[in-house]
């Protein structure tokens, strides 16, 4: 199982949950949605049509938490859902030219999972049942595929590591020793996505992928980038560093914030969920091709 870095920081979104749907084609008979309703502001973009919604969980650093999905046909919105607080908190917005998916074989209790694999983030949801794993699969892929076709573009080829989550090792796995304590705490590399002491992790290096600063990697990856640096740029500049203290997106950061309204979304939730007509079952919009 792998997890994804959000569990730290909630931060209230600002404007009315309708803007969450400003984005649909109001004329597309498919989409029974009252458009008259909805603020055309800032979601909105010519040609971008809602393809599906629902409930899925995603894995954070500590467990499983439901995160509501909006696909659009060129975009993927997810956010938190604080029920006792009817709000979404931390919504994000990834570009499905930038998205890779892979399935996640199921173990044990722990089933019908996917990553969403991006150059900047990368982490696993689960749905309910594996037909809405294949539903939510096949769509994300079509419009993937529809994209691109669109576009022109190539599929990005480098993807963010996904981090594995902190209950599944209780020692660094890197030097097999350290034991983590309140003092002893667990960080990530993010390069290889596993859990590492500080002592295995005091060197950052410049993912440009990932961010635009130094980030922290383990010893091992740290090695592999600078000797893979050295041979590709043999009298170029250093993207590494020796010193941690300074890095982009330590652990004590671990909100996601670098990934957060790119694309100037702001949602927030006046109504309650039941309002929303928000259940555990996706709904999609548009039907797909009987070969899919």
């Known amino acids: 199982m792998y997890c994804d870095n959000d569990d730290e920081t909630e931060i209230e979104i600002d404007s009315e949950t309708e803007d969450i749907v400003e984005a649909i084609d109001c004329e597309d008979d498919e989409q029974d949605i009252d458009c008259d309703k909805v603020d055309l502001n800032p979601l909105h973009n010519q040609g971008r049509v809602l393809v599906g919604e629902g409930i899925l969980k995603k894995m954070c650093r500590k467990k499983l938490k439901p995160r509501q999905m909006f696909l659009f046909n060129d975009i993927l919105v997810y956010g938190s859902i604080v029920i006792r607080n009817k709000k979404y908190t931390r919504q994000h917005i990834i570009p499905l030219e930038n998205v890779k998916i892979e399935d996640i074989d199921d173990i044990d209790e722990i089933q019908f999972g996917w990553f969403i694999r991006t150059p900047t983030k990368s982490f696993a ?12 699969i096949n769509h994300i892929n079509m419009c993937i595929k529809e994209l691109l076709d669109r576009t022109g573009n190539r599929p990005i080829s480098e993807h963010a590591a996904v981090w594995i989550p902190d209950k599944h090792s209780d020692v660094c796995m890197h030097c097999q020793k ?3 304590t309140v003092l002893n705490r667990k960080h990530h590399c993010r390069n290889c996505g596993k859990i590492v002491c500080g002592s295995c992790s005091k060197n950052s290096y410049l993912i440009l992928n990932i961010s635009s600063k130094p980030v922290r990697v383990c010893d091992c990856c740290f090695m592999e980038l600078s000797n893979r640096n050295n041979q590709t740029n043999p009298d170029g500049n250093s993207v590494c560093k020796n010193n941690n203290t300074s890095m982009e997106n330590d652990d004590t950061s671990d909100s996601d914030s670098e990934t957060r309204d790119k694309s100037g979304l702001n949602i927030r939730e006046s109504r309650s969920i039941e309002e929303l007509n928000i259940d555990q079952h996706p709904t999609f919009y548009s039907q797909m091709p009987p070969n899919a």
């Open 178 to 180: 350290t034991t983590f």
């Open 125 to 136: 949801v689960y749905a309910a049942s594996l037909n809405e794993k294949r539903e939510w």
